[in-house]
């Protein structure tokens, strides 16, 4: 049967579309959805080979578009029969893929909410604590390292929080850093186990330390000597306590001799060359044009490794060969101070009073870099605030550098310190981070040369630092050489055998007041009598070398000097470095107690040894009615208890209320002083290392 329509020819035609598009354009959008699909497939894949997505689109959809349209124009009808079967399944494919992309964005949309919530939060919430790192340096370099740390710490901002802050500290010198390290940071070895304070720490155990010099960081002991043999050979390994891990120089300083304006305008040379020979020709060169020296002002040697590192050069800079007459023209005694920030700061108070003049007979030994700091009114560490360094009193005072081969040159190795305990990831990471910004923004902004000893250029526009060519503008260049050679410093232990040579040899007592007065407060920087006085004593003992001697003894009604059962008393002996520990934990661990034991029979019955004897008394004065029968005692002192002692020095440390003028302290010190010693020195404001080293520097 056969429809009204043509019957069986309907059935072989095609149904009709319900879309409505013409059959033209339906094979063009066919043919335009299967190229783009090859476009991005193979764009992809080239790009994961050369170059950019969008240039490898472009190209691919042109070649790809040239090839189709050449197989619809040779070959329509395979090209028809080929999109027809691809067309189905992308028809399929393409309702998956959109609700692919469909999710997609849902889960965007959603983790871009989360994200912004927890953005928003975070903002919002206080800040965490930074991670503190602590740096040790000697005095002389806390300016350059606390003005680059802070620049650190501000740089490590995140969103308004610091990730870390940065402690500068100055460290005591070669000799105190030794024991402190040797000991794990505690400043003796426990004298008694019931007295755990004579463990007390120096203070937070450094996570870098920057000494002055290589020699000092090859001084220190790399174990401790709780670990014995093995710990030696742990740390080795990398596991000893502290171990230490050295990470190159963070730039150079030469030692210089310096002098003020008006002798320096008399040695002045426009045609000589920047750099003597030698010390002793440089020294020679101020002699010559009229400049008598009478000292060079060096620091102290055990509180400052710069002043070690400067003294082989001046004792050899003279022919005679007597170093015990250059160790005293080294150290003029009216000029000791443990360090050079200490030494320049006097002359900036000087300088700021008005009072009197430059000393012209006085050269500086220092290094440049602190120098800078001096000459530029920066900062000298703890010691003094920044000044105007162009007005006319400062200007009058300012120091002028010269230079000699031999003067050695100090490097500041970056030294990362690794303690038992504390050495966490975040910790290393951080003292990496420092290095590293340490390396981007080396110290010759803040006054250093580089590590070959060039003076690096002032960068252009930048007047927020304090580059070492804008002294140079000040001095002139024919005063500071642009370069200078790298001559390391001796050996520390060596320096410190030769300055035991040179100097005399000097036996101290030292007699403690411990009565309960003395734990009243101390009339200057605070603290209780018996703290100032026992800090001002282990400043003393720490300073003393090997071949003088040294011993304690502790006086009040509950504690007889002359007992050796009394805590606190350590007969005297050689100031090796267990002495010197024995003394300090003792001073360490003692405490007030007991009435006031009249200073005349505290003298009396101490026990002196023979010989030339130094008798340093600490105490709070006591009072008159503590001290009956003042005149006979002191009668007694002066005749029979002088001939029994000739050699005796007395010197009396007050803590104070009383003054030395004040009974029974005026008596005392009339009947066994001066004869060389002190007398009486009041405790001052000043730092109890500077104190002690200018008492010691009088006694020997």
Not at 199 to 226: C, M
Request: glycine residues 10%; aromatic residues 6%.
């Amino acid at each position: 049967m056969t429809g009204p329509h043509g019957g069986d020819g309907d059935r072989s035609r095609p149904p009709q579309r319900q879309d409505g598009l013409p059959d033209w354009l339906r094979r063009l959008l066919q043919v335009m959805l299967l190229d783009l699909c090859s476009t991005v497939i193979v764009s992809i894949g080239v790009t994961l080979v050369h170059g950019v997505f969008w240039l490898n689109a472009v190209i691919s959809l042109l070649v790809i578009a040239l090839v189709t349209g050449g197989l619809f124009a040779f070959y329509p009808d395979a090209a028809h029969a080929v999109l027809e079967r691809v067309s189905r399944p992308l028809k399929w494919g393409g309702a998956a893929l959109a609700w692919c992309f469909a999710g997609a964005a849902v889960m965007a949309l959603v983790l871009l909410a989360g994200t912004g919530a927890y953005r928003l939060r975070e903002n919002a919430s206080a800040c965490g604590q930074p991670l503190e790192l602590r740096v040790l340096t000697a005095p002389e370099t806390l300016t350059p390292l606390r003005a680059a740390a802070a620049e650190f710490a501000n740089d490590s901002e995140d969103r308004g929080c610091r990730k870390y802050s940065v402690t500068v500290v100055p460290e005591a010198g070669p000799v105190p850093l030794y024991d402190g390290f040797r000991l794990l940071w505690r400043r003796s070895e426990p004298a008694d186990q019931g007295h755990a304070d004579a463990q007390q720490l120096f203070g937070p155990q450094p996570d870098i330390w920057i000494p002055s010099s290589k020699a000092e960081y090859d001084f220190i002991p790399k174990g401790s000597p709780q670990t014995g043999a093995r710990g030696m050979a742990a740390g080795a390994a990398g596991k000893a306590d502290p171990y230490f891990r050295p990470r190159g120089s963070l730039g150079s300083s030469p030692l210089v001799l310096a002098l003020f304006t008006k002798a320096h305008e008399s040695v002045a040379d426009p045609i000589a060359a920047p750099i003597a020979p030698n010390t002793a020709g440089l020294l020679k060169r101020i002699a010559d044009a009229g400049v008598k020296l009478r000292a060079v002002a060096r620091p102290v040697p055990e509180t400052s490794a710069a002043a070690l590192a400067v003294t082989p050069a001046l004792y050899n800079a003279t022919p005679s060969g007597d170093n015990r007459g250059d160790e005293r023209f080294a150290e003029p005694a009216d000029l000791v101070a443990p360090d050079a920030v200490s030494l320049l700061c006097r002359f900036r108070q000087q300088a700021a009073a008005q009072q009197s003049e430059p000393p012209d007979d006085i050269a500086v030994a220092v290094p440049e870099q602190v120098l800078h700091d001096y000459d530029m009114g920066r900062p000298l560490g703890d010691r003094c605030g920044a000044v105007d360094a162009g007005s006319a009193p400062y200007a009058k005072w300012r120091l002028h550098p010269y230079y000699a081969t031999d003067l050695p040159t100090l490097d500041y190795p970056f030294v990362q310190v690794r303690w038992r305990g504390q050495d966490t990831r975040e910790r290393d990471a951080a003292v990496s981070e420092f290095h590293r910004w340490l390396e981007r923004n080396p110290l010759t902004s803040q006054g250093l040369r580089d590590d070959r000893g060039v003076i690096p250029a002032v960068h252009e526009g930048d007047t927020s630092h304090f580059y070492l060519s804008r002294l140079q503008e000040v001095v002139g260049n024919r005063v500071m050489p642009g370069v200078v050679g790298l001559t390391p410093a001796a050996g520390v232990q060596e320096t410190l055998d030769l300055i035991g040579a040179a100097r005399p040899r000097v036996s101290v007592s030292l007699l403690l007041d411990v009565s309960g007065s003395m734990g009243g407060a101390a009339q200057a920087r605070g603290g209780s009598r018996l703290v100032r006085g026992t800090s001002f004593l282990r400043s003393l003992v720490s300073q003393l070398q090997s071949n003088d001697r040294v011993g304690l003894q502790v006086s009040s009604q509950a504690a007889a000097p002359n007992n050796p059962e009394t805590f606190g008393n350590v007969p005297q002996d050689a100031a090796s470095p267990d002495q010197k520990n024995a003394v300090a934990s003792r001073l360490q661990a003692v405490a007030s107690s007991g009435a006031d034991q009249p200073l005349s029979d505290a003298i009396a019955a101490a026990d002196l040894g023979s010989g030339r004897q130094n008798l340093i008394l600490v105490t709070d004065g006591q009072l008159p009615a503590t001290n009956p029968r003042i005149d006979s005692r002191a009668e007694f002192l002066s005749g029979e208890f002088r001939k029994r002692h000739p050699g005796l020095r007395l010197t009396v440390v007050l803590t104070g209320p009383a003054t030395c003028g004040s009974s029974p302290v005026r008596q005392i010190v009339a009947a066994l002083g001066p004869k060389g010693g002190k007398g009486c020195v009041p405790l001052t404001e000043a730092p109890e290392v500077e104190q002690a080293a200018e008492l010691l520097s009088g006694l020997r």
